[in-house]
Nanobody, 124 residues
């Protein structure tokens, strides 16, 4: 089992930056790929970014490419999502996810473990 705890959400203004963190505990050796998704009420959970534990490979959704960056700190078992130039449409609950699979996935089904989510609200 892997436990994921997100932090860093909150209320920000358009144009601001924010960094989300996801701390992993438990059998972290099996968390080969970690990702971030987001969801707004009434919509499906949307892929944002993913990273391999080595950090050698990343994948970022086109909708946030150039503004969001994913990175990891293996010593701290933590993954970060740096978000710059935030827009009101970035408002969502952001979820951290992990999987023991070895490839980067952009789908919800591609992940085995999920955090509880952290709310980010971007005001205009």
């Amino acid at each position: 089992q892997v436990q994921l705890v997100e932090s860093g959400g909150g209320l920000v203004q358009a144009g601001d930056s924010r960094r989300l963190s996801c701390a992993a505990s438990g059998r972290t050796f099996s968390s080969y790929v970690m990702g971030w998704f987001r969801q707004v009420p009434g919509k499906e959970r949307e892929f944002v970014a993913a990273i391999t534990r080595s950090g050698g490979s990343t994948s970022v959704a086109d909708s946030v490419k150039g503004r969001f960056t994913i990175s990891g700190d293996n010593a701290k078992n933590t993954v970060y999502l740096q978000m710059n130039s935030l827009k009101p449409e970035d408002t969502a609950v952001y979820y951290c996810a992990a999987t023991s699979r070895s490839w980067l996935s952009r789908t919800v089904a591609g992940y085995d473990y999920w955090g509880q989510g952290t709310q980010l609200t971007v005001s205009s």
